[in-house]
């Protein structure tokens, strides 16, 4: 089948095909709805300071797959022009305090995309990992990621980051999964954890 | 002044964001989360209309992809509490109405997620490589080799699957 002959035939079932034109009224009421809100984003709340503080930016080398899903205070983000690579927003889970014990079985369910990597560059935010066993997911040369302030309380054992230092990072829709399941290598009970979930 | 100016550009490009978000919406999400989903966007592009591209559908799609996810991460959420709850009281499993292609959607049910949302992007949204590039956040190079793969593995899902019929009906057609 053509290129052309499979794009067709995915039209056909386009589940909007039947969905009526916007009345106008509507469009006008929703239009007016928008622009009603202030231009500017309006400062965090408290409870989204934490969530911000843990934000992290994960950059896939050669990985497309997993999208800029920025799940900051609910405000979705943007898409980075080409050319600006491969950029996921992501969020590194709730804090520490609220997590259970981990479970092999919950993150067998929950991650599609686990890898090891080792730091290979530190560069202001960005933390360059050289992937080196992927667990879950397409193949990665190199995993980047963006770290608020260098490091993140929601990582396992993570201190700054140092070059050559071994990491484990399970990743769900474009966000790290903090909460006991990425963090050091070397961090008690983590490796065993992702050997019995995948 | 510079108000005015916003309005007057956020109501030029608007009619054709609604329009376009709200049929990507339509295709992918019940009509709550699909209304929810276009205010967000919206928003989104109010707030950031300094950085719309000429042409901001794809922008705007890239957004609402993201709003989707959003949702979806909530409902996951809720999945898990329900499971607790399936456990105690089990649903009856519910058969699913065939649409109008089964063995499309066979074969696309057959893809990774992302194969498959690709190819929707696509076919429904009328995408090429450079829209699709901006809407996954991706070089233009990576959207033309990820689309040319999905494409080529559709086929293949789809060969398999007439494989498989044309076994079943040759076997059935050698029964005594």
Partial sequence: MTDDGLRERIKLVDPSASLPLLAADQASRLM???????????????????????????????????????????QPDVPRTPGAGPVVRLTAGTASA????????????????????????????????????????????????????G??????????????????????????IGCGYSGEADSQGLRQLFEAAF | METDERRERFEAIAPAVIEGVRRYLARRTDPATAEDALAETLLVCWRRLDDLPDEPLPWAYGVARNCLANARRGDRRRARLAAR????????????????DPDLAEAMARLRVQDADLLRLWAWEDLGPAELALVLGVSVNAASIRLHRARNRLREALRKLDVHAGHEQSTEGSRW
């Fill in chain 1, 32 to 74: 007016e709805e928008t622009m009603s809100t202030p231009a500017a984003s309006t400062p965090p709340t408290g409870s989204r300071r934490v969530l911000l503080a843990a934000a992290l930016v994960l950059a896939v080398a050669g990985v497309g797959w997993l999208f800029a899903g920025n799940i900051l205070a609910g």
């Fill in chain 1, 98 to 149: 609220k997590c259970r014990a981990p479970e092999a079985a919950t993150l067998a369910a929950s991650a599609d995309f686990a890898f090891a990597g080792t730091v290979k560059a530190v560069s202001g935010q960005d933390v360059t990992f050289t992937v080196t066993r992927v667990y879950r997911g397409a193949a990665a040369s190199e995993v980047q990621v963006e770290l608020d302030d």
């Fill in chain 1, 151 to 176: 490091r993140s309380e929601s990582l396992v054992g993570s201190g700054p980051a140092r070059v050559g230092l071994g990491y484990l990072i399970s990743a769900a829709d474009g966000a790290v």
């Fill in chain 2, 85 to 100: 709850v399936a456990v105690i009281d089990p649903p009856r499993p519910v058969s699913l109405p065939e649409g109008p």
